[in-house]
């Protein structure tokens, strides 16, 4: 038992000096560090090798928190790849400017009155529609000149002015372009102006009483030589189609089918001649199936097949009659 008590003692008497001794070792490092002994070993352990030119230029002159600029232009730039990528531009170009214009609404911009002058052939809804004009529109942010080069660009509308009235009222006048003729090119048929502009394809019958141009180049030419046309009714009114051939000279096709073939030059008194033998010798009721009138100084007639045959079998009529009484 003894020795058991000594030994619990020795122990006990063993911890006091233990701790005294880590105590003084700490305040021993503790008193180094604020006299400055033994820093050099320390920052010399954090020191790092030198950067590379390149970096250190960078680090030198590049500001402050650019870093952070660069990692947000980054960012926007992956969404705005990703918008474009994904085909989604219109649908953000569009979202931002209903919010625009939602704003101005809001603010009194709304238009609530709008006067169109000048239209025949379009509705107001039609007009509208082609300026990019919708309930969802404000005055303020409303682009007066893109609205009109829309409209400029629509074929039946020659000419157009935009004007904003503030606070709420939008006035637009037009000029219309009008139905002169129907074209007829590579099996389409199309309705022109008298300039030649292709107003629409010829889906309805309200149009069918214009005159028929057929052939390339004949939209362009037709107001000349339909204006011509028109000084001779009595050829006019038996025309059914004009049919400019090669890009030159003009044909005329009749309601029954004749076929008039005009010079490429002189055409006037090419029609004043026809128009003279028609009314002296009823020349389109002849059994012909065509007139060429090509050649300045004289005409020549085309019979048809049972004219010809005819014709022919009276020369020989005529032919064995001479024969006879010889």
Known sequence: MDGAGRL????RSLRPQTDLKAAA??????LRERLGLGGAAAKASLEREPPHRLVALVERYLPNRAGVAATVLMLLGSAVFGIVRGGHLDELTSALSDTRNAIANSAGFRITAVAINGRKQLSQDEVLAIGGVNGRSSLLFLDAAAVRDRLKANPWI???????LYPGELQIDISERSAFALWQQDGRLSVIADDGAVLEPYLSRRFISLPLVVGKGAETRARDFLAL?????????VTKAAIFVGERRWNLRLK?????????NDV?????????LDKEDR???RDIVAIDLRLPDRLTVQLSDDAAKAREDLFKKLQKKKAGEA
């Open 283 to 285: 020349l389109f009721s």
């Open 256 to 264: 029954d089918g004749l076929d008039v073939r005009l010079p490429e």
């Open 8 to 11: 619990n003692r020795s122990l």
């Open 25 to 30: 070792i700490g305040a021993v490092i503790l």
């Open 229 to 237: 046309l028109a000084r001779y009714p009595q050829v006019r009114s």
């Open 268 to 276: 006037g008194n090419a029609l004043a001649a026809l128009s003279k």
């Open 158 to 164: 020659a000419d157009a002015t935009v004007l904003k």
